[in-house]
């Protein structure tokens, strides 16, 4: 937490008396806040042989896990087109820094740009971001069953 110019530690007690320290930075409050921008689908990374066949190098390399009821079907994002940038950057990212990264820079109903390559080569999509509150139900059933 944060106070004045001070970064403070808080610490949180059980019933059982065990001490969990939680850390809330701003950047832990972006990553689990269910009040942040998603983009309407989860992401996976992509297999080292399509990787290889498509001559893809560095982490990222995802294919979109998503279901025709997300807003960003509409906008282009397809399970069988693979996401290679977020943004202007060229950031070599994680499934996981993605997320953040997406959360960080994209407010809610905010458009992002995306890059994707299918079958006509690389192109460029701008879908809208969604709440996480307003995640489509095939998204939320495909969290639970990765848990």
Request: no cysteine; net charge positive; hydrophobic share 40%.
């Amino acid at each position: 937490m944060v106070r004045g110019d001070q970064v403070e530690k808080l610490e949180f007690k059980s019933y059982l008396n065990q001490v969990f320290n939680y850390d809330l930075t701003w950047r832990q409050s972006i990553n689990q806040s269910v009040l942040a921008s998603h983009p309407g689908y989860l992401v996976e990374p992509l297999d080292e042989a399509t990787r290889k066949k498509l001559n893809l190098v560095g982490r990222m390399a995802f294919r979109p896990l998503i279901g025709p009821q997300s807003p960003a079907w509409k906008s282009g994002v397809r399970p069988d087109r693979i996401i290679v940038t977020l943004g202007a950057s060229a950031e070599d990212l994680t499934p996981h820094e993605f997320y953040f990264s997406y959360r960080i820079r994209v407010v809610v109903g905010g458009k992002f740009k995306l890059t994707i390559l299918d079958n006509n080569g690389a192109k460029i999509i701008r879908p809208y971001s969604i709440s996480i509150l307003d995640l489509p139900p095939e998204a939320i059933q495909m969290m639970k069953d990765r848990q």
